[in-house]
């Protein structure tokens, strides 16, 4: 007997699946046997800090192709282990020959006698354990905000500035590093090689991991500011960077954790031609202590009510470090998510999310045409990557601003903030978005007067701001179990180049939501959208109703082919539910 | 440092994949490192009898997907082994550092002087050894030819016969079993439960598989019918089926290898409702004993030298049993072939495959329509599947005369024929196939007066024959390499539903066919078929010749799209040669 085909399984089981609190996880195996026997098979799951495993019966799905399948809920965060068995069940065997032979007429006095015993014998095991690594449901839906809290001053002034998150309706805060910033080849506004006297640095020159900037205040304040996030609702994430300033208290402590030149100097970060003078990487490799440091950094921060982490360009550390790392924070704190900032080749990207991360930056900031947003996100969004990678589409970051946003103005960031927010249930913003900023460098994207480099105080009530479309756009999503879903999206036809026509359905089909978004920030378009209504459980010119999430207008649809008009001066595109 | 997605690698790497020798193995690998380093990988390989590895270094073929291949040759029959190694070159990353820096116009001072080692460290191993099975080239390349000696006479009787088969260009002669056949319970004509006075039995009924049935003649006779047939290039394939008659030798001598019912009688085979009374199944399930004996079956017959072995139902024994058989006989005798009958369910087939059996019989038999074909053909040549099963497509076996055969007369037979010889390299007939024989049992696939139960003489010359076609089609698959491949096949556009149109073309492109076949045996059609000018290095509307290598006709073809009539009256396919 064999056991073949197991899905999902990631690359031969040594990486895990992912799934959050409460989902039932489906499992399918070809079990092959020779001859003409009854066989059963049975789904083995736990959690891996239980010593007994449950087992659910799998059914026989497709008999010819001997597919199998069993399913089983995980209500437990942390890993989960499964494993299938199977066995010829000798008296399911005998009974049905005896059954075909009394069909055929035959006698069947000598079968009667020879009856088979009832233990499970010749048990065949799928012989290793597969695992779910199962998170909370906000590692799958939630929205992000990124803020430099020292624009808006110390921890105590950004109260007002958490309730106006809260209010647009996001779930995480994510701040840049917070800790004290080197003042030993600090970075001056622009990037600068040297800082002027007032230039505060930028924050990823860290100088202590284990202590708050005193110009943001204390750590009773930064447990204060955490406190108050969550009486909003908001969770508090935290950037996670590893690397020192040339002044941090490791380069003294642990002068062997630095890598050092012949002459004695300790080498700085670079990626050739680029030096980044202000920045020391550390030497991860086989660094147990430096691991164990680390570890207890993640530990010290989710003591003082840090629940997500985003990951600084973690491709350039170590897997195995951040294998070991997530394990070892997860075995403790299940409930704790880690972001990947991982812009680099997609096989490391991948490996990354496969090593433990929750969710990973993806390339979707670079996806802009119709052909490439409906490719990308379908291979996101579909097996095998869907089993263990969530894409976190941020529509900007402090290091992207995208030639599309920067040439297409407002309408251009109306349609990013539709896309990210309803192409996946996981999406971000770094501030500054919702008030259209959109000065770069010339000839990069690179912000102009970088918030990463210098204090950047904002008018949030600045004209043709868009943040009644991020309340609007959070709020549907809250509203619109459709859209809280990762693996249920689905493109759709739409005629022309312009409009892309998406769909995303719960699985009982009670919450259905049409996405059309004019991708033209420039012009108005027109096109026939094609609605899959057999899908949907409509006849081919049934009559139904499409109310528009975003402005509440209802239009009368029929059938398959519908119009839609969308101009970017008016609006970018259609949230729209379908109303039976 | 992270080795993935390694092909060809089948289930994890627990099965070989195959080759035949003189074969590149071509393995691609991505290999994920964090960092910018300069990478190194290398395929190692030995055949399992050797010690040392050899080391063929891996080129980074895709960079954007650290998509990394390498490849070597297989000139040794056996198991052979691969895996991968791959570690940071650090020499290489710091000259690339240097160089960039340069590029840039930096000082390089401090890097020149921080040299790293030369020796290969913190190297990453796959940590897997993978199997590649090298098989004799006839292994992929032969055109069998299923005769029942006694139908013709003794042994000694059969060398004209052999001269014939050798003469219409098969390369092997496959006898089902020719061994001493029961008394009890033999069947008679046509499957009858008692046999007449003069039945000879059915072969599969074996009282001594160590034997010659004497009315076959002696061991002698079989050596010479052996050394008759080498002289004439055609090597003899014997029937291997693993069951007895119940007056076989080894009832008395090991009783306790059958299923005793509880009154003590022996249980025959049966797939309810259906019972064969004259053959006893074999309790194989870790029955060491009889496996020693089965396999010292295959040696006593490999030493009278019989180099292939069609396997009866393989299916309905233990796979661990063929898994060892087959690794115990090839590691004696890694030239002989094992072809399953495995007329079973499509994983069940393909787990045999994939267990070591050379070849395998599949579903071709009943794939009658262009869809059917197209769809079948291109899952059985493409990977997964082509790099462990090779299908020999049987045009028809004692066991199967199809409805197809049966119903389209002449034209039906050599469309089989066509078909069977060209879109596999390997394929067989049963005799009687070249007499266009196609009387049935009404309502079933059984001959009419099964040579399984009878002697049947024929008339070799008999009015109708399509020797001349099986003559003609094996010298044209002997004359063109595009036919001795297995996964080259590639199936283009003809119009309609009637005409089927596929290619074949070496490596290098020096020998094209193009094959047209109307399915239709009963009506002359006509298409246009689409020929992948592009591909083949043709302008879009430069003339070319195609040469029918069936009747020696040219035609002057243009471009893609080209004109094709065929009418079965006539000529049922066209087996055209692409000359420039």
Same mark, same amino acid.
Request: glycine letters at 4%; aromatic letters at 10%.
């Given at each position: 007997m064999l056991i073949l %085909?197991?899905?999902?399984?990631i690359d031969g089981g040594i990486f895990p699946v992912k799934r959050e609190i409460g989902d039932r996880v489906g499992v399918w195996a070809d079990v092959v046997r020779e001859g003409h026997g009854v066989l059963q098979a049975v789904l083995k799951h736990r959690?891996?800090?239980?010593a007994r495993w449950s087992e659910v019966p799998m059914t026989l799905e497709n008999p010819g192709l001997d597919r199998w399948r069993g399913e089983f809920t995980v209500e437990r965060l942390g890993f989960h282990r499964y494993t299938i068995e199977a066995w010829e069940d000798a008296v399911a065997t005998w009974q049905e020959g005896i059954r075909r032979k009394r069909e055929a007429g035959l006698d069947v006095t000598a079968d009667l006698e020879d009856r088979p015993p009832v233990e499970r014998v010749d048990v065949t095991a799928l012989g290793r354990e597969l695992e779910v690594l199962v998170e909370p449901v906000r590692a799958r839906f939630a929205a992000w905000y990124e803020m430099f809290p020292r624009s808006v001053g110390a921890f105590r002034d950004c109260e007002a500035r958490l309730a106006d998150i809260a209010a647009m309706g996001f779930d995480v805060v994510y701040l840049p590093p917070i800790h004290p910033i080197g003042r030993v080849n600090r970075k001056g506004r622009g990037n600068a090689p040297v800082a002027g006297p007032g230039d505060p640095g930028s924050?990823?020159?860290?100088? $202590?991991?284990m202590a708050v900037h005193p110009e943001l205040g204390t750590m009773d304040d930064f447990d204060r500011f955490v406190r108050a996030a969550g009486e909003l609702g908001l969770q508090v994430a935290l950037d996670l960077a590893v690397q020192c300033a040339p $002044?941090?208290?490791?380069?003294?402590?642990?002068?062997?954790w630095f890598h050092r030149r012949p002459d004695g100097t300790i080498r700085c970060a670079e990626n050739p031609p680029k030096r980044y003078e202000d920045v020391y990487p550390l030497?991860? $490799?086989?660094?147990r202590p430096l691991w164990e440091e680390l570890l207890r950094v993640v530990l010290f921060w989710i003591g003082h009510g840090v629940r997500a982490f985003r990951v600084?360009?973690?491709?350039?550390?170590?897997l195995a470090f951040w294998a070991w790392l997530i394990r070892e924070v997860k075995r403790r704190h299940p409930d704790v998510v880690f972001l990947a900032e991982? @812009?680099?080749?997609p096989r490391l990207l991948e490996a990354l999310a496969k090593l433990g991360f929750s969710q990973s930056y993806t390339y979707f900031t670079w996806r802009n045409t119709k052909a490439e947003l409906s490719e990308y996100l379908s291979e996101l969004t579909r097996p095998p990557l869907s089993e263990f990678l969530r894409g %976190?589409? @941020?529509? %900007?970051t402090p290091d992207i601003l995208t030639p599309y946003l920067q040439e297409g103005g407002r309408p251009a960031f109306r349609v990013r903030l539709v896309l990210a927010a309803t192409l996946s249930p996981l999406y971000g913003i770094y501030s500054g978005f919702e008030l259209c900023e959109n000065m770069a460098v010339?000839?990069? =994207? =690179?912000? *102009?007067?970088?918030?990463k480099y210098e204090y950047r105080p904002r008018d949030?009530?600045?004209?043709? %701001?868009?943040r009644a479309d991020v309340a609007r756009i959070n709020a549907i999503r809250r509203q619109n179990p459709a859209l809280q879903e990762y693996d249920n999206l689905r493109f759709l036809p739409a005629d022309g180049e312009h409009i892309l026509f998406y769909g995303k359905a719960t699985p009982d089909g009670s919450n259905v939501i049409l996405v059309a978004v004019n *991708?033209?920030?420039h012009a108005a378009h027109e096109t026939t959208v094609h609605v899959p209504v057999a899908d949907l459980g409509l006849a081919e010119d049934e009559a139904y109703t499409v109310r528009? *999430? *975003?402005? $509440?207008a209802a239009y009368a649809w029929r059938g398959s082919a519908n119009y839609v008009r969308l101009d970017p001066a008016h609006q970018v595109a259609h949230v729209l539910r379908l109303e039976r």
């Open positions: %085909n197991v899905w999902p399984e959690h891996e800090t239980e924050p990823w020159a860290i100088a $202590d991991h $002044d941090h208290v490791w380069v003294q402590q642990h002068p062997d030497k991860l $490799d086989g660094n600084d360009n973690p491709h350039t550390k170590p991982a @812009f680099t080749r %976190n589409l @941020f529509a %900007n010339p000839g990069t =994207e =690179e912000y *102009l007067h970088s918030e949030w009530e600045a004209p043709g %701001n868009i *991708l033209d920030p528009d *999430l *975003l402005t $509440d």
